[in-house]
């Protein structure tokens, strides 16, 4: 039904022996350097092998669909690559150089920034020398609506001012984290959706404070989930995207392909769980046969298998929309895989845990990590009751044109 180039499938053969030869292997090596150092945001040396490995296999900024800056994928193209990071997704994306935020922020810098920018920040993260990350939610306000945001941003002379407070700043505790992309109101009073300007920021800027790491269900993320305080922050007006009014624009441009790598992502993560489950219940066994006889436990296997494969469609659905009529005109696929391709994984990966019995909650296993970084997932780029609000508003709409626009 979706027919993947010559070029594509040999991405993925490539991008699946990477995994196999490299990335699995290492990951019990990277467990144990990051205990050894006893700080929850060391930057494991392991990782900077895999990045070598990777760059010098032409696994590398897959993510980005322009020629000029990667291989020019298209999302239809790139969707099973993601899912193939998605089995080790604490190392494999950042291996290839296509973790969040860095792939989104990228894709800002080059569609937004000034040469200035694309030379400062975008080839450095291109070539993986340094991180950045992503300031937009704010604690004191529901940021699941964007129109919401406080931080400050005041011109003054040649230069803004920026005063405000960020948290869930992905990235900012990664230690090589040198730039954020803020986004903030330059005007308060004008139209509701150009308010908001977004620009850059560099971390160490004089009046940036990170306060703290917000952990995940206890785990703290090596790239670190920030709190960061902004106190008469001064950057030039050359910090500015694209212009004043168009932080909206941007976001929209930004969430897009973010979102369909989250979710193909997850989908690897729901993969990788069924394999888990499938092989402990072959070799355990209960009350004198293996757990894998169990009719319940086949049940969930065969769930699990249907349940993967729809949302797996649906994702290549959007792809598909996304390259051929634009992310505009594929809002309901986008919105509809936000929310089934966590809710799909979460589903697995709970019956994996089940399998597993106390080992399922353990760190023996990658199945409590992945259960808390897939139920997170249900609230980054945008909570669930905000994409079924979309979904709802063209369904509507497309019986009733008029719906919603009364006076």
């Given at each position: 039904?979706?027919?993947?180039?010559?070029?594509?499938?040999?991405?993925?053969?490539?991008?699946?022996?990477?995994?196999?030869?490299?990335?699995?292997?290492?990951?019990?090596?990277?467990?144990?350097?990051?205990?050894?150092?006893?700080?929850?945001?060391?930057?494991?040396?392991?990782?900077?092998?895999?990045?070598?490995?990777?760059?010098?296999?032409?696994?590398?900024?897959?993510?980005?669909?322009?020629?000029?800056?990667?291989?020019?994928?298209?999302?239809?193209?790139?969707?099973?690559?993601?899912?193939?990071?998605?089995?080790?997704?604490?190392?494999?994306?950042?291996?290839?150089?296509?973790?969040?935020?860095?792939?989104?922020?990228?894709?800002?810098?080059?569609?937004?920034?000034?040469?200035?920018?694309?030379?400062?920040?975008?080839?450095?993260?291109?070539?993986?020398?340094?991180?950045?990350?992503?300031?937009?939610?704010?604690?004191?306000?529901?940021?699941?609506?964007?129109?919401?945001?406080?931080?400050?941003?005041?011109?003054?002379?040649?230069?803004?001012?920026?005063?405000?407070?960020?948290?869930?700043?992905?990235?900012?505790?990664?230690?090589?984290?040198?730039?954020?992309?803020?986004?903030?109101?330059?005007?308060?009073?004008?139209?509701?959706?150009?308010?908001?300007?977004?620009?850059?920021?560099?971390?160490?800027?004089?009046?940036?404070?990170?306060?703290?790491?917000?952990?995940?269900?206890?785990?703290?993320?090596?790239?670190?989930?920030?709190?960061?305080?902004?106190?008469?922050?001064?950057?030039?007006?050359?910090?500015?995207?694209?212009?004043?009014?168009?932080?909206?624009?941007?976001?929209?441009?930004?969430?897009?392909?973010?979102?369909?790598?989250?979710?193909?992502?997850?989908?690897?993560?729901?993969?990788?769980?069924?394999?888990?489950?499938?092989?402990?219940?072959?070799?355990?066994?209960?009350?004198?046969?293996?757990?894998?006889?169990?009719?319940?436990?086949?049940?969930?296997?065969?769930?699990?298998?249907?349940?993967?494969?729809?949302?797996?469609?649906?994702?290549?659905?959007?792809?598909?929309?996304?390259?051929?009529?634009?992310?505009?005109?594929?809002?309901?696929?986008?919105?509809?895989?936000?929310?089934?391709?966590?809710?799909?994984?979460?589903?697995?990966?709970?019956?994996?845990?089940?399998?597993?019995?106390?080992?399922?909650?353990?760190?023996?296993?990658?199945?409590?990590?992945?259960?808390?970084?897939?139920?997170?997932?249900?609230?980054?780029?945008?909570?669930d009751e905000v994409h079924k609000r979309t979904i709802a508003q063209m369904e509507l709409r497309r019986r009733d044109p008029s719906w919603g626009k009364r006076k």
């Amino acid at each position: 039904m979706f027919e993947f180039s010559e070029r594509a499938r040999q991405y993925q053969e490539d991008l699946l022996a990477f995994m196999d030869e490299h990335v699995y292997p290492a990951e019990s090596i990277y467990h144990a350097q990051m205990t050894e150092s006893g700080d929850p945001h060391f930057h494991p040396p392991i990782l900077e092998e895999l990045k070598t490995e990777a760059r010098k296999r032409g696994l590398w900024n897959l993510f980005h669909p322009h020629p000029e800056w990667g291989p020019g994928l298209t999302n239809l193209e790139y969707a099973p690559l993601a899912e193939i990071m998605g089995r080790s997704a604490h190392l494999a994306p950042e291996a290839t150089n296509c973790n969040a935020p860095d792939t989104g922020n990228m894709e800002v810098l080059t569609l937004f920034g000034t040469p200035e920018h694309k030379e400062t920040w975008l080839r450095p993260l291109l070539d993986g020398e340094i991180a950045s990350a992503f300031a937009m939610t704010e604690p004191a306000v529901a940021s699941s609506d964007a129109t919401n945001i406080e931080l400050r941003m005041q011109p003054d002379g040649d230069e803004y001012v920026l005063n405000g407070r960020k948290w869930w700043t992905s990235n900012a505790l990664h230690k090589n984290c040198k730039v954020l992309i803020v986004m903030g109101k330059t005007d308060p009073d004008g139209p509701v959706h150009r308010q908001q300007s977004m620009m850059v920021v560099p971390i160490d800027t004089p009046g940036v404070t990170v306060l703290r790491n917000l952990p995940v269900f206890g785990y703290q993320d090596r790239e670190g989930h920030a709190e960061v305080v902004f106190e008469n922050v001064r950057v030039p007006r050359t910090a500015l995207l694209a212009g004043e009014g168009d932080g909206f624009m941007i976001s929209q441009a930004r969430l897009g392909p973010g979102r369909i790598h989250h979710c193909m992502r997850a989908i690897g993560m729901a993969e990788r769980a069924l394999d888990l489950m499938i092989d402990r219940a072959q070799s355990r066994t209960t009350f004198g046969a293996p757990v894998a006889d169990r009719a319940n436990i086949q049940d969930w296997i065969a769930e699990s298998r249907i349940e993967i494969e729809m949302a797996r469609l649906l994702t290549l659905k959007a792809a598909y929309l996304m390259d051929t009529v634009g992310n505009r005109n594929a809002r309901v696929e986008i919105a509809a895989i936000k929310v089934a391709a966590p809710e799909v994984a979460l589903k697995v990966v709970d019956r994996a845990i089940q399998v597993h019995g106390g080992g399922g909650v353990s760190e023996d296993f990658p199945l409590a990590s992945m259960y808390a970084h897939l139920r997170t997932l249900r609230l980054a780029d945008g909570p669930d009751e905000v994409h079924k609000r979309t979904i709802a508003q063209m369904e509507l709409r497309r019986r009733d044109p008029s719906w919603g626009k009364r006076k």
